[in-house]
């Protein structure tokens, strides 16, 4: 089956510094990948959607400008969270869908904690 | 707007049947997926329908009407692992995921 790997699987960082998070599709190509957030015990939501070459598509009370996203190709995606706060600190999944594919292929997460 | 239910959590007991049922309305339909999350861990795949009827797949079964926005995920022979959070999400017109809160499954002994 189709593999996605997300790095890093867990980082603290200081309140105020920025952290990267970087998905990967390591066996096909992913036109469109998904960033998702979870909070303990409750769903996943969407925090936007992306298409390689192009902006990503926010969900409605998301900051772009805090959450950067760049799909700059076809099989690495990243999320920034800018001057992080400790309520950022969240469990962070990203997912990958081919062309011709139904499924989404999830990676393994991200916890982030921010002191 | 869009919206899935499912129960927040259920309890059975190891070696029984378990049914967990999922209700949807969505902006367009094309699909109906089951997801199994670990605490801590990302979800992974469990069924995908898009007609009507079962999908049966080793000790897991999943059953779609779309005539009434309707799922259930049916898990035999249960085994202490299947502890789990159960998460149905609905992919609409956009073939973006609407997820649902996902049951909560509790085996005991």
């Known amino acids: 089956g189709a593999v996605v790997s997300q790095h890093p699987s867990r980082v603290i960082c200081k309140s105020g510094t920025s952290v990267k998070i970087e998905c990967r599709s390591l066996?096909?190509?992913?036109?469109?990948m998904f960033w998702y957030r979870q909070f303990p015990k409750k769903s996943l939501m969407l925090m936007a959607t992306s298409n390689e070459g192009s902006k990503a598509t926010y969900e409605q009370g998301v900051e772009k400008d805090k959450f950067l996203i760049n799909h700059a190709s076809l099989t690495l995606s990243t999320l920034t969270v800018t001057s992080a706060h400790p309520e950022d600190s969240s469990f962070y999944i990203c997912?990958?869908?081919?062309?011709?594919?139904?499924?989404?292929?999830f990676g393994p997460g991200t916890r982030l904690t921010v002191t | 707007g869009q919206n899935i239910d499912q129960p927040t959590e259920m309890t059975a007991t190891e070696g029984a049947i378990v049914q967990i049922n999922c209700t949807y309305q969505?902006?367009?339909?094309?699909?109906l997926f089951w997801y199994q999350q670990h605490a801590g861990e990302a979800p992974t795949f469990l069924s995908y329908n898009v007609l009507d009827g079962l999908e049966e797949k080793g000790r897991f079964s999943s059953f779609l009407s779309r005539s009434k926005g309707y799922s259930y995920l049916l898990l035999k022979e249960l085994q202490m692992k299947d502890s789990a959070s159960y998460l149905c999400?609905?992919?609409?017109?956009?073939?973006?995921?609407?997820w649902g809160a996902g049951t909560k499954l509790i085996i005991k002994p």
């Open positions: 997912s990958a869908r081919g062309q011709a594919d139904y499924e989404q292929y």
């Open positions: 066996d096909f190509q992913a036109t469109t």
């Open positions: 999400a609905v992919q609409d017109s956009n073939y973006q995921l609407i």
């Open positions: 969505t902006s367009g339909f094309n699909g």
